[in-house]
């Protein structure tokens, strides 16, 4: 392992502090990564919850499409209490 490169982080941080406005930057720019993963989770859920559903649907042949209704709907209400979980503050 390389030790020059925490000396050298610690020399920048003493010559050059982090103002607030930089600390600011990269706890927002923490959060659009964190919400970003959050949408694209979301999105990958109801694309498979969708395409099982309509799987499912075929198989069983039911005259309504129960499962392609269902499935997105049980994925929609867990994320949603997961993003919940996610965001709210820890105590």
């Known amino acids: 392992m390389n030790n020059a490169t925490p000396?050298?982080?610690k020399f920048?941080?003493?010559m050059f502090p982090m103002t607030d406005n930089d600390k600011q930057n990269i706890s927002n720019k923490k959060l659009l990564f964190q919400y970003a993963g959050m949408g694209a989770q979301i999105m990958a859920g109801l694309i498979i919850a969708v395409t099982?559903?309509?799987w499912i649907d075929k198989k069983v042949k039911i005259s309504f499409p129960l499962f392609i209704w269902?499935?997105?709907l049980i994925t929609i209400i867990a994320m949603i209490l997961k993003t919940v979980k996610d965001t709210s503050?820890?105590?």
Do not use: M
């Open 7 to 9: 000396l050298r982080l």
């Open 12 to 14: 920048r941080n003493l």
């Open 52 to 54: 099982v559903g309509y």
């Open 70 to 72: 269902l499935l997105p």
């Open 89 to 91: 503050k820890k105590q």
